[in-house]
């Protein structure tokens, strides 16, 4: 399957992911040539977990709460967004891990081809999953970290700990391979 056709299959929603990052997610998940399975860190509506799962036959994993909150960003995100992504991802290899990141890295034992790094923006946030999920990527795995144009935790994230590596960028968004 090409982007094209995955990117019809997508379900329509006000989810903030762009057309360009979920045609990357879906090509790294189609391209990434290292053993591990897919995550997701912050999964909101799933159109970035379908665009990986289109891509991939591998296992998705999204990381969320999976429960009604207000972002710092003063965004509302009620019950209705838990509904919307477990109706769009039934039909799909996703498997949707309830709880904070940080807490479901502490026994995470799976090893990690993908990784999308999605969640909280706050800087101690995003930092705590950089810290403790890249750890568990393997080498020469993909990392694409969201909004890290947007907002100042990802931005620094990307400043503090990716100076010394080759990143690109797509939309609102950074990637890299992991060489460590």
Not at 9 to 31: G, H
Not at 58 to 84: T, W
Not at 130 to 158: N, Q, S
Request: glycine share 6%; net charge negative.
């Amino acid at each position: 399957m090409e982007f094209e056709e995955a990117f019809k299959i997508i379900p329509r929603s006000d989810d903030f992911t762009e057309r360009d990052v979920l045609e990357c997610l879906f090509n790294a998940a189609k391209n990434i040539n290292v053993l591990g399975c897919i995550v997701e860190i912050g999964s909101y509506h799933g159109r970035s977990a379908i665009a990986l799962a289109l891509g991939s036959n591998r296992d998705v994993y999204c990381v969320d709460l999976f429960a009604p909150f207000k972002n710092p960003q003063g965004h509302e995100f009620s019950g209705e967004y838990v509904e919307i992504f477990f109706k769009n991802i039934k039909d799909y290899n996703i498997h949707a891990v309830k709880g904070r990141a940080e807490d479901v890295a502490k026994w995470w034992d799976k090893p990690i081809a993908l990784l999308f790094i999605d969640g909280d923006h706050i800087y101690q946030e995003v930092k705590k999953d950089f810290e403790m999920w890249i750890p568990l990527v393997v080498e020469g795995g993909f990392v694409m970290l969201h909004d890290t144009r947007m907002y100042d935790g990802p931005k620094r994230i990307v400043k503090e700990k990716l100076s010394n590596v080759v990143t690109h960028q797509v939309g609102n968004s950074t990637w890299f391979i992991k060489n460590w």
